[in-house]
């Protein structure tokens, strides 16, 4: 199996995506493609301590990600 | 469906752009491309706490997206 | 309709091209291809408040680019 | 032999994970792709001295990879 | 017309080549490819106020040029 | 002949690996491809002037890699 | 005339090889690809003002070359 494969069990699943520059989001993953670009509904951004929920869905670029976990 | 399927949603609707560096932009999105190059029409700039708006379409390169959020 | 169609609206119009580093140009916008390679004519370079006529045809290298607009 | 063709003995290894930006993962390598993108399980990620364990599969970017070993 | 036909314009001509990192040179543009790797004779480098004569041809990388000005 | 041609001749070889980021590996180049992701056995990994020895086999990803000297 | 056509007459001559991060190489120009991978021999590598001669054939990576120049 391949990894994006495994990842396809996350969906619809509650992930943490950890990204560069400090900033990470939680929410549900919706949807993904081979460059690990996301969609996250419900999601909320943490930057620091603070943080910001996101209404609607949230589309995030691949190339920002650094890893995402249950 | 795919991340790119989702943001058709998003089309015509205005969005939050967050990009490399601590600048973002909000405004209606008009078009995006698989590299989520964008058009944004109606946008405002945001450095830090400097909102600056921009008249006509603005190009934003996909390369500095980070995320894109109602 | 795709950005980079958008951006053939600007052909031959005045553009402000902001650039990755804190730099930032002002000029007529001649020529562009799908990397957002430019070419501007009568452009002005700004870093910070320092503006610099550059004469000729400035060729900017699409990769530097963070957004154009009117 | 090819390094990937390497990699694929540490298959269901514990393995650690050096990454860009002073993180790093212990954990056990369940899949990865020529990309480097990587799944662990049973890991545990570090940030200077901060342990923190991450329940079930993490998907590792393979961008953010600096080296795999034992 | 492309960007990159408009820079055959500057073939054989004195060009200023402003590069990432605070480098830039001076000299007669004598070749350059679709990555914009460029050949330049009787080049300067320009870094900071210190001046430096290359001799013969310097060749750049295309990954580091901002812009190239007459 | 290529460069890559010529590290075949490194081949079980001890090598000296710079790496971006103030990090080196010593260790005996086991494997490589054109992307220039290297295994390494019997390496010792250093940092500033902490030498950490690696059991097993190491791979290195190419794009982290700046030079291979012997 | 191609960039890489003109580097072949630098082949076996001897090279200055400025890298980002501050270090450079001098040496004679044994091979390169187009990616701008290099092979030198009878180096030294400059950081700062610090010399280190590199005995045997040193191999660069094009990703991390500025410019070569006699």
């Known amino acids: 199996m391949k990894p994006l494969d495994l990842l396809q069990q996350s969906l619809h699943k509650r992930v943490l995506v950890e990204m ?6 939680r929410g549900v993953l ?5 460059h690990l670009n996301l969609v996250l509904s419900s999601a909320e951004e943490v ?3 603070a943080v910001t929920p996101r209404a609607g869905l949230t589309l995030v670029r691949g ?8």
């Open 20 to 25: 560069k520059g400090g900033r990470s989001f």
């Open 30 to 34: 919706d949807a993904f493609d081979q």
């Open 47 to 49: 930057v620091k301590d």
């Open 63 to 70: 190339d920002s990600v650094v890893y995402i976990s249950p």
